[in-house]
């Protein structure tokens, strides 16, 4: 089959690699028809999370179901099925607890210490030996481990767009939201306007915030989430300009929730380069960083942006002296999948006003260059196999 492959750092391309074939009792095989390139995916291109051997990328997929293991009597031949990117059990104790992307069983690198290169938790799809060395979904055809418990099936009448989401972004950013524990009239700050930080604002407002303000460095990203998402927009110039704008409107307190939605590939300054090389750090802390200065006293920092490196000098005497609530990790979306459908069904929320390129598989390398590099106003590459 065909499938797109990273090599090293930078350097991806679409190849012909072994068909999957069902290896577990409670494998599926699924014949994608959707897939999409996820920000998370450039943190492997990009080098921020580590990744040394050949691996088909992708989390964000869906198709047919071609095969199914003897172990899985939910799903039968021909079903059409959303997958969401974790990789879980579905009876650990974590699992029981609605905590998928924690599974004990799913990853061989799983461990309660959540190291820097070690003891991760669950395992996702296409996304480095850390966490499972599984295949991913950006390919003709993936192998689905515990396919009774993750996927889900399509109700007719629903095209890919319109539910290709909930494998990750959409699913992530209700999290995000959620976390937030929005109730009503909620001023929210979303920090970064790509894919996550939209579903965000549509999450936010869904919930029935008061008031969502979305920022980003990039024009076109902010003008799509005003279009999407309804939501007021604030170019980035400055921390400060930020956090002083964020104020102004809120009675000098502050948001009652803000969400990082870029994690720690934010843009930076060559002094903030040289910081981290010196300091050893992947990335930089410094929108988290923003977050915590711009939410109020007593409020919540959601953090749905991936960060995967200790941070030098981290401000954690503002979180302390605050009282802000902190809570981030991957999106739990087993959890949240059957609730999120249903939105979709009932016609209360539109996903796929996000896409701005859909690409032939074949052409896959290309949407990773345009996405990374922000060209051509790209915010969402779907690609077809």
Same mark, same amino acid.
């Given at each position: 089959?065909?499938?797109?492959?990273?090599?090293?750092?930078?350097?991806?391309?679409?190849?012909?690699?072994?068909?999957?074939?069902?290896?577990?009792?409670?494998?599926?095989?699924?014949?994608?028809?959707?897939?999409?390139?996820?920000?998370?995916?450039?943190?492997?291109?990009?080098?921020?999370?580590?990744?040394? %051997?050949?691996?088909?990328?992708?989390?964000?997929?869906?198709?047919?179901?071609?095969?199914?293991?003897?172990?899985?009597?939910?799903? =039968?031949?021909?079903?059409?099925?959303?997958?969401?990117?974790?990789?879980?059990?579905?009876?650990?104790?974590?699992?029981?607890?609605?905590?998928?992307?924690?599974?004990?069983?799913?990853?061989?690198?799983?461990?309660?210490?959540?190291?820097?290169?070690?003891? =991760?938790?669950?395992?996702?799809? #296409?996304?480095?030996?850390?966490? #499972? #060395?599984?295949?991913?979904?950006?390919?003709?055809?993936?192998?689905?481990?515990?396919?009774?418990?993750?996927?889900? +099936?399509?109700?007719?009448?629903?095209?890919?767009?319109?539910?290709?989401?909930?494998?990750?972004?959409?699913?992530?950013?209700?999290?995000?939201?959620?976390?937030?524990?929005?109730?009503?009239?909620?001023?929210?700050?979303?920090? #970064?306007?790509?894919?996550?930080?939209?579903?965000?604002?549509?999450?936010?407002?869904?919930?029935?915030?008061?008031?969502?303000?979305?920022?980003?460095?990039?024009?076109?990203?902010?003008?799509?989430?005003?279009?999407?998402?309804?939501?007021?927009?604030?170019?980035?110039?400055?921390?400060?300009?930020?956090?002083?704008?964020?104020?102004?409107?809120?009675?000098?307190?502050?948001?009652?929730?803000?969400?990082?939605?870029?994690?720690?590939?934010?843009?930076? %300054?060559?002094?903030?380069?040289? =910081?981290?090389?010196?300091?050893?750090?992947?990335?930089?802390? +410094?929108?988290?960083?923003?977050?915590?200065?711009?939410?109020?006293?007593?409020?919540?920092?959601?953090?749905?942006?991936?960060?995967?490196?200790?941070?030098?000098?981290?401000?954690?005497?503002?979180?302390?002296?605050?009282?802000?609530?902190?809570?981030?990790?991957?999106?739990?979306?087993?959890?949240?999948?059957?609730?999120?459908?249903?939105?979709?069904?009932?016609?209360?929320? =539109?996903?796929?006003?996000?896409?701005?390129?859909?690409?032939?598989?074949?052409d896959a390398a290309h949407g990773y260059d345009i996405f990374k590099k922000k060209e051509d106003n790209c915010v969402k590459v779907?690609? +077809?196999?």
């Amino acid at each position: 089959m065909k499938a797109l492959v990273f090599h090293k750092i930078g350097d991806v391309s679409v190849d012909t690699v072994p068909d999957p074939i069902i290896e577990e009792p409670r494998d599926a095989i699924i014949k994608v028809t959707s897939t999409a390139i996820c920000g998370s995916d450039l943190h492997i291109y990009d080098g921020f999370v580590p990744q040394m %051997n050949d691996m088909v990328l992708g989390h964000e997929f869906m198709g047919i179901v071609e095969e199914v293991g003897p172990g899985v009597t939910n799903l =039968k031949k021909g079903d059409r099925v959303v997958v969401p990117f974790p990789i879980a059990c579905g009876h650990c104790f974590f699992c029981n607890n609605s905590w998928p992307t924690q599974c004990e069983n799913s990853n061989d690198k799983y461990g309660p210490d959540g190291g820097l290169m070690s003891e =991760k938790g669950a395992a996702l799809f #296409g996304y480095t030996d850390l966490y #499972g #060395g599984i295949n991913g979904g950006q390919a003709e055809y993936v192998r689905v481990p515990y396919s009774d418990f993750g996927p889900r +099936k399509v109700p007719e009448g629903l095209t890919d767009e319109q539910v290709l989401f909930l494998t990750d972004i959409f699913p992530t950013g209700w999290a995000a939201a959620d976390w937030g524990r929005i109730r009503g009239g909620e001023t929210v700050a979303i920090f #970064g306007a790509g894919p996550v930080g939209i579903m965000a604002a549509k999450s936010a407002w869904l919930m029935g915030a008061g008031r969502v303000i979305s920022i980003d460095i990039q024009p076109y990203r902010l003008e799509m989430a005003q279009r999407s998402a309804n939501a007021e927009t604030l170019l980035w110039e400055s921390e400060d300009q930020v956090v002083e704008y964020i104020r102004s409107i809120t009675e000098g307190r502050g948001a009652d929730v803000c969400i990082d939605a870029v994690g720690m590939e934010a843009d930076r %300054n060559l002094l903030e380069k040289a =910081k981290a090389v010196i300091n050893l750090e992947k990335g930089t802390p +410094k929108i988290l960083e923003a977050c915590l200065r711009a939410v109020r006293r007593a409020g919540v920092v959601s953090v749905v942006g991936v960060y995967g490196s200790p941070f030098d000098n981290f401000p954690i005497h503002r979180w302390f002296d605050k009282g802000v609530t902190l809570m981030g990790t991957q999106a739990p979306v087993q959890y949240y999948i059957d609730h999120l459908m249903q939105l979709v069904v009932d016609g209360k929320v =539109k996903l796929e006003d996000i896409i701005t390129h859909t690409l032939p598989l074949a052409d896959a390398a290309h949407g990773y260059d345009i996405f990374k590099k922000k060209e051509d106003n790209c915010v969402k590459v779907v690609l +077809k196999p």
